[in-house]
C-alpha cells in the first residue's frame, strides 16, 4: 500500500504564484522526501527532511514536517512554466525494514 | 558523473508474451531498485537488492515476474507471460544506501510497457 497521500491530486496555476502541496502519512517515519517528474521522464529528487527537523530550504523550495500530525507540505514560490511536473512525496519508515514508499502525488501545471 | 541507464524506452507486446528490461547503477550505488508506475498513480516497489542480494520483492508478483542483479551491478527485471495490467512504466533506481539510513534516489528514465 502506499503511505503517502498528496493533495491536491491536480493544481494550477499562474506563473509567479506559489503553489503548495501537502502530503500526510500514516506511520512513524525516519525521513520524508519530495521528488519531481516530467512528463515522460524518471523522478527527480528535490528535498529530504528529517524526522527531527521541522522546514528546510532549497532555493525557491521550502517544505515543512509536522510528526504530530504526520503531514508535510512542499512549497515552491514565484513559480515558473518549468516548474509543470508531478511532485511526489516519498517516505522512509522509522523501522529501516521498508523502503521508500511514494504517494500518489500532485499534478502542478503552471500557466505562462 | 553518468545516471542511472535503463533500456530499452518502450516496448510494446501482445500479452502472454515475455520481456526484459535491463538497468545499469551509478557507479559505486549499493542498493538497486525497480518500482512499477500505472499510469496517473506513484512508483510501486517491486524489488530491493542490496549489492546482489534481495532485501525485499514482497510486491514481486513471482508467479510472473523475476530479477537478478549479477555481480551487484547490473539488473534484469523479466515478465514472463506478460498481462495487460502489466503496462506500465519500469523504473529502476540506485542509492548509496539502504534501510533506515535511506536518501536520496537516483532514477532512471524508465521502460515503458505496453502490453496489447
Known amino acids: 500500500s502506499q503511505q503517502g497521500e498528496e493533495d491536491p491530486q491536480a493544481l494550477s496555476i499562474q506563473e509567479g504564484e506559489n503553489a503548495t502541496m501537502n502530503c500526510s502519512y500514516k506511520?512513524?517515519?525516519?525521513?520524508l522526501q519530495w521528488y519531481r517528474q516530467n512528463s515522460g521522464r524518471g523522478l527527480v529528487h528535490l528535498i529530504l527532511?528529517?524526522?527531527?527537523?521541522r522546514e528546510k530550504h532549497s532555493g525557491r523550495l521550502r517544505v515543512t514536517l509536522d510528526t504530530s500530525k504526520k503531514s508535510s507540505s512542499l512549497l515552491i514560490t514565484a513559480s515558473r512554466a518549468a516548474d509543470t511536473a508531478s511532485y511526489f512525496c516519498?517516505?522512509?519508515?522509522?523501522?529501516?525494514?521498508?523502503?521508500?514508499?511514494f504517494g500518489k502525488g500532485t499534478r502542478l501545471s503552471v500557466i505562462a | 558523473e553518468a545516471g542511472v541507464a535503463q533500456s530499452p524506452r518502450y516496448k510494446i507486446i501482445e500479452k502472454r508474451q515475455s520481456v526484459a528490461f535491463w538497468c545499469n547503477p551509478i557507479?559505486?550505488?549499493?542498493?538497486l531498485y525497480w518500482y512499477q508506475q500505472i499510469l496517473g498513480q506513484g512508483p510501486k516497489l517491486l524489488i530491493q537488492?542490496?549489492?546482489?542480494?534481495?532485501?525485499?520483492d514482497s510486491q514481486l508478483p513471482k508467479d510472473r515476474f523475476s530479477a537478478e542483479r549479477l555481480k551487484g551491478v547490473d539488473s534484469t527485471l523479466k515478465i514472463q507471460p506478460a498481462k495487460l495490467e502489466d503496462s506500465a512504466v519500469y523504473l529502476c533506481?540506485?542509492?548509496?544506501?539502504?534501510?533506515?539510513?535511506?536518501?536520496?534516489?537516483?532514477f532512471g528514465e524508465g521502460s515503458r510497457l505496453t502490453v496489447l
Open positions: 533506481a540506485s542509492s548509496l544506501l539502504g534501510g533506515v539510513s535511506t536518501g536520496e534516489l537516483f
Open positions: 506511520t512513524s517515519i525516519n525521513n
Open positions: 527532511i528529517r524526522s527531527n527537523e
Open positions: 516519498a517516505t522512509a519508515d522509522v523501522s529501516g525494514n521498508t523502503p521508500l514508499v
Open positions: 557507479s559505486g550505488h549499493a542498493t
Open positions: 537488492f542490496q549489492n546482489n542480494g534481495v532485501v525485499d
